[in-house]
Nanobody, 128 residues
Framework: QVQLVESGGGLVQAGGSLRLSCAASGRTFSIYVMGWFRQAPGKEREFVAGIKWSGGTTYYADSVKGRFTISKDNAKNTVYLQMNSLKPEDTAVYYC?????????????????????WGKGTLVTVSS
């Protein structure tokens, strides 16, 4: 089993920045990819960004390219999401997820469906 705990959410004005963290514990050696997803009120969950645990290949949703950066620190078993130039439409609960086998592209297309492990989420609110 892998446990994921997100942190770093909060209230920020449009144009501001936040950095989310996702700390993994347990059988982290089994992780193949990790990703960030978000769900706004009344909307479906959507993929935001993903990263391969080994090697660091990244993948982004078009809506966040150039504004968000996903990174990892394997020594700390932590994945980060640096969010810059935030917009009110970025307001959502952000979830971290991990999987033992899926590809970055599949993770994005499937919106995280079937991912092995999930955190409980952290709320990001962007005011206009």
């Amino acid at each position: 089993q892998v446990q994921l705990v997100e942190s770093g959410g909060g209230l920020v004005q449009a144009g501001g920045s936040l950095r989310l963290s996702c700390a993994a514990s347990g059988r982290t050696f089994s992780i193949y990819v990790m990703g960030w997803f978000r769900q706004a009120p009344g909307k479906e969950r959507e993929f935001v960004a993903g990263i391969k645990w080994s090697g660091g290949t990244t993948y982004y949703a078009d809506s966040v390219k150039g504004r968000f950066t996903i990174s990892k620190d394997n020594a700390k078993n932590t994945v980060y999401l640096q969010m810059n130039s935030l917009k009110p439409e970025d307001t959502a609960v952000y979830y971290c997820a991990a999987d033992r086998a899926t590809t970055l592209q599949a993770m994005a297309v499937m919106g995280g469906y079937g991912m092995d492990y999930w955190g409980k989420g952290t709320l990001v609110t962007v005011s206009s």
